[in-house]
Each structure stands twice: as structure tokens, then as C-alpha cells.
């Protein structure tokens, strides 16, 4: 058994939007170099987006040469596939994986003091962003995309963590409710539980 962040909220939500929809998948084509044991189901629609968001980004920069965004978008590809095949590995070894589960990070284990959602907010963004810096000076097209994806997965992974809260939130305040609601219910019945 895998020591796993909670699936990936995104699905659980309520209603569509599109600001997080686009961030969730810059994010998402970042992810898959950093990630292993990706959920079968993680990187659904916001994968396919990819296919669109690189091709309307580079655009932006028609005056750029935008081939190593072509190479980054064919890399996108090809994890993906090795995700998908990992996952049918896992799933046939009866190894318990959420089908939205996000990953478990690369990096976890040069920080194994942090948690998984420490590691995903606060260790791959900024070493995100650092390799955008730095591959600026060869793609500026490339280097700009992964910072902006490297802000993206920031925003999204402590969305995620918000979401969470707040619905551990709920649930505790849901047990405390029952349980008031069942104190009544015996005295009611005039039980001495």
C-alpha cells in the first residue's frame, strides 16, 4: 500500500471553471515527469487539453522558435503513455491506487522530513520554476511555459489542500452533529447509553 496524498478533489467539485481548468492542466503536463504511480484516471481531460494549450501558447510566440515546445508537448505524450502502462501494472499486481491519484513526487525522497502535499506545494514549484529560468537562455518559449506551470501547480495543489480541509472540516462537524442528534434520540427514548 502507497503512502498517498487524497485523491486529486478536482472531479468531487461541483461545477465547471475554467481559470482552474486551464492552470490544472499546465499543471498536469508538468506532473508527469515529476510523478510515479499516476492514478489511471489523474491525468483524463486536462491531458487532452495539453494537446491544445501547447499548440494556442506557441502562438504567443510566433516570433520564437517554438520546436522545443513541440519536443516538450511529444515528452507530455510519452509519459503519459508510460503513466497509463504503469498504472495497468499496479492495477494488475493488486497494488491499491486512486484512479485520480495525482502521483507520488520524485523528489519526496530528497525530503523525506516533508509530507507528500509539502513536497507538491512547496519543493516542485520553485524547482519548476528554476529549470524554466535556466531554459530560458535556450527556449525562452519553454522556459516561460514551465514557470507559469511551476505558479499553476502552486495554486492547484493548495486549492487542493484547501478543499480538503474545509471537507474535514465538515465531516468533523458532521460526527459532532450526530452525535448530539443521537444523546437526543436516547433521551427521547428515555435510554441510558
Not at 489523474?42 to 491544445?52: R, S, T
Not at 493548495?158 to 462537524?173: C, E, G, T, V
Amino acid at each position: 500500500m502507497f503512502n498517498q496524498l487524497q485523491p486529486d478533489p478536482r472531479i468531487q467539485r461541483n461545477g465547471f471553471n475554467l481559470p482552474e481548468f486551464v492552470m490544472e492542466t499546465w499543471a498536469v503536463s508538468v506532473e508527469v515527469f515529476l510523478h510515479r504511480r499516476i492514478g489511471a484516471r489523474y491525468i483524463g481531460m486536462q491531458g487532452l487539453a495539453v494537446m491544445l494549450l501547447v499548440p494556442i501558447y506557441c502562438l504567443v510566440w510566433q516570433e520564437n522558435d517554438c520546436t522545443p515546445m513541440l519536443w516538450f508537448m511529444l515528452a507530455f505524450l510519452g509519459m503519459c503513455c508510460i503513466a497509463r502502462g504503469k498504472s495497468l501494472v499496479l492495477s494488475r499486481q493488486n497494488l491499491p491506487v486512486h484512479s485520480r491519484y495525482s502521483g507520488e513526487p520524485i523528489l519526496w525522497r530528497f525530503f523525506p522530513q516533508l509530507s507528500e502535499e509539502r513536497v507538491k506545494q512547496c519543493v516542485e514549484p520553485p524547482v519548476v520554476f528554476a529549470a524554466g529560468l535556466l531554459l530560458c537562455a535556450v527556449s525562452e518559449p519553454l522556459g516561460v511555459y514551465l514557470m507559469i506551470a511551476a505558479a499553476c501547480m502552486f495554486f492547484i495543489v493548495s486549492a487542493n489542500i484547501a478543499w480538503w480541509r474545509q471537507r474535514s472540516i465538515d465531516l468533523h462537524d458532521s460526527v459532532i452533529e450526530q452525535q448530539q442528534i443521537a444523546e437526543r434520540f436516547r433521551e427521547l427514548r428515555g435510554d441510558q447509553f
